[in-house]
């Protein structure tokens, strides 16, 4: 096992340990809240729509650059684990000129997003816990503190519960995936959507796999009729125990392409352990594979022309 590996299932199964000492914030009553990130933190901001029933709105800072008058009459929470987004930053000096409640949702203390947002949510406790530098953690606790700040219900105690729960309906599959495959595809509904789309990104980072994430409602619309014998779907169910349709589709699909994969949380139903059990789904499945297929580093870390490209247009 690669010294890479070795550091990154550190981080996987030690945010366990680390998530229990987040010091996550009181429940806000917010009112026209706005959640803003790019890339994963999009997929945090879309994840916190979801949950609050749409209560407050996701935005990407792209957005709000094109159309500044959407800010008016908002509470904006920027979210970046950086803190050094550009978009993000131009994006609350904006807010800041508006003279709008902001509040910086970042990993990194003294960053320039918090310099120009009103209040700070920091996590920069976690700054030097992490050894593989992939943000794992980062993202799981953002996406944690958030979720208090909406006044969802919190059970850190049966964290362990969930991850030996990911970890043994990963490995009860044996997903096999060979060095060259065509796509990689995860479908959910509700608050399984955004995390769909956060493993398509990890698929992309660490494996320069093609990968999409897609709504179930809207995949069996049109996507899956390019689906080939050699791309792999993964299912993330529903929080809605009463709804089946994510398990149906599965038990279905599977008849006609085997290679399709269930993932629903056996702990509890609770919007908490649904989130939390996807997420450890996903990054359970990336470690799975890259020890599967022994490789020393994250795909995005071997091409430094792209690596530098785009750090130069995100930072």
């Not at 493993?199 to 899956?224: T, W």
Request: hydrophobic share 40%; aromatic share 12%.
């Amino acid at each position: 096992m690669s010294g890479w590996i070795s550091h990154f299932r550190e981080d996987v199964y030690s945010q366990v340990k680390y998530l229990r000492g987040l010091r996550l914030p009181k429940p806000m009553k917010i009112r026209s809240g706005l959640f803003v990130g790019a890339g994963d933190s999009y997929i945090c901001a879309l994840l916190i729509e979801y949950l609050s029933r749409h209560s407050v709105l996701a935005y990407h800072p792209s957005e709000i650059l094109r159309s500044p008058e959407m800010l008016l009459d908002h509470e904006i929470f920027f979210v970046s684990a950086s803190g050094r987004t550009q978009s993000n930053i131009e994006a609350a000096k904006i807010a800041q000129r508006f003279g709008l409640k902001t509040t910086a949702i970042t990993a990194r203390p003294k960053s320039i997003l918090e310099e120009v947002c009103r209040k700070t949510l920091n996590l920069d406790y976690l700054h030097n816990v992490q050894s593989s530098n992939t943000g794992i953690l980062d993202f799981t606790a953002t996406v944690i503190t958030c979720m208090a700040l909406i006044g969802i219900k919190i059970n850190m105690n049966i964290l362990s519960r969930i991850m030996s729960d990911a970890r043994e309906q990963i490995h009860q599959y044996g997903i096999d995936l060979p060095r060259k495959f065509q796509s990689i595809l995860f479908l959910g509904n509700g608050t399984s959507y955004p995390i769909a789309s956060y493993g398509a990104f990890k698929m992309h980072e660490f494996f320069g796999a093609k990968s999409f994430g897609y709504l179930l409602d809207d995949y069996y619309h049109s996507p899956i009729f390019s689906l080939k014998k050699s791309d792999h779907v993964f299912i993330l169910g529903h929080e809605n125990a009463k709804d089946p349709i994510s398990a149906e589709f599965h038990c279905r699909l599977q008849k006609i392409h085997p290679r399709s994969y269930y993932f629903q949380p056996k702990v509890g139903r609770s919007s908490f352990e649904q989130v939390i059990f996807s997420i450890f789904i996903i990054q359970v499945l990336v470690l799975s594979m890259a020890e599967n297929l022994r490789i020393d580093k994250p795909h995005y870390l071997s091409n430094k022309r792209m690596l530098n490209l785009s750090s130069s247009l995100i930072y």
